[in-house]
Structures are given as structure tokens and as C-alpha cells.
């Protein structure tokens, strides 16, 4: 075996010089039986980056399940859920505007803002839902709701984007480390709650047609 460590210098990423260095070695014709293998905190990014996208993903089929037990309805989850990929737009465009890298910290960024985004569609979608239960027509149910659940759904946004705001202008190290992750949140919701006033009702309007009704699952 023969080792070759190097440092990085500051500011460059490890892992997109891996890759530039990997295409290097795809080059090279070794002898058979030679190996040639990029280790070392390279191999523990990418392990860790596939278990953050399982958690993505398994968190995301998670939300949906739920959304489906709560509203006794496939439709009405799918409509909330489109806010996740709104949010992951807004993450991954204040990362682009901020200069920061996609890095560990960020992508737990995302994994949080598909749980706290959700909340915003849930209570659009459930009021709606309430007021054409209570005999309001459709186009009509969707402006009341809007009306009425624009201060909920921007307040509840602002809180956890004033949080967040506090870690992005912090220079400690602490606050250093997690300034992705809290770009992430702010981007994301702050573009996915503006989104969502227009996206979600439109969506309803296309999807949801039928009439809503109660559904009785008995005593529990």
C-alpha cells in the first residue's frame, strides 16, 4: 500500500477537488492488480451525503403518509407536499445568490425545511377544506382562506426566519459552521411562503373539483 495525503488549501472544496482529481485517474492505465482509491474525508463526505438523501427522502414519504392519515385523502396531502419542492427552489437559490457551497450542514437545512414548510400548506388547504364543508363554493373558499390565513402562514414563516437571521449575520464559529443550513431555511421559506399563497390555491383549483365530504372512521 502506498499513501498520498494532502491538505486542501482554505477555501477549496474537498470533495469537487476529488472529482477533478478522480477524472485524472480515470486517465491513467494501471498495471493489473493496481488499485487507485480516493479515501480519506472524500469517502466519509459521500457516505454521509447518501445517508442525508435517504433521511431526505424517507422524510418526505414520512410527511406524505401522515398528511394522508390527517385528511383521509390522497389529494389534499399531494397539493401540501408540492410546497417541499418549492422550498428546496428557494434553499438552493440563496445558496447560489450567498456564494455558499452545498455542504453537510446545508443539506440538514433541507431536511429541516421540509417539515417546517408543510405546516404553511396544511393550514391553507385545511381551512379551504373547512369552508366548502360548511357550503362555500370552491373559487370562493380559496380567497377566504387566503384572506384569512395570510397572517397565520406569514407569521409563523417569520419566526423561524428571524431565528435563522440571527445565525447568518453571527460570526462566531458556531454560527460560522451552520450559516448554510441557516441560509437554507431562510431562502427556502421565505421563497416557499410566498409561493405558496399562489401555487397551492391555483393547484387546488385545477385538482380538487369534486365536492368535499366527512369521512367517518368510527370510534377509536
Known sequence: YINVNAVPKD?????????????????YDTPDGVNIVIAGETESTNEIVKNMLLMILLGFIFIY??????????????????????????????LLISGQQLSLLS?????ILMGVIVNNGIVYVDFVNQLRLGGMERVQALVEAGRKR???ILMTALTTILAMCVMIVSNDMGSDMGKGMAIV???????????????????YDIMFKREVKVIDVGDV
Not at 11 to 21: D, K, P
Not at 70 to 78: E, G, T, W
Open 150 to 152: 395570510m397572517r397565520p
Open 185 to 203: 431555511v431562510v431562502g427556502g421559506l421565505v421563497y416557499a411562503t410566498l409561493m405558496t399563497l399562489i401555487v397551492v390555491p391555483v393547484l
Open 107 to 111: 443539506m440538514m437545512g433541507f431536511l
Open 65 to 94: 403518509l401522515v398528511m394522508v392519515a390527517q385528511f383521509q385523502s390522497l389529494l389534499s396531502p399531494f397539493i401540501v407536499i408540492f410546497t417541499v419542492p418549492l422550498a428546496f427552489t428557494g434553499g438552493l437559490i440563496s
Open 11 to 27: 477555501g477549496v472544496n474537498t470533495t469537487v477537488a476529488s472529482r477533478s482529481l478522480q477524472r485524472e485517474i480515470d486517465k
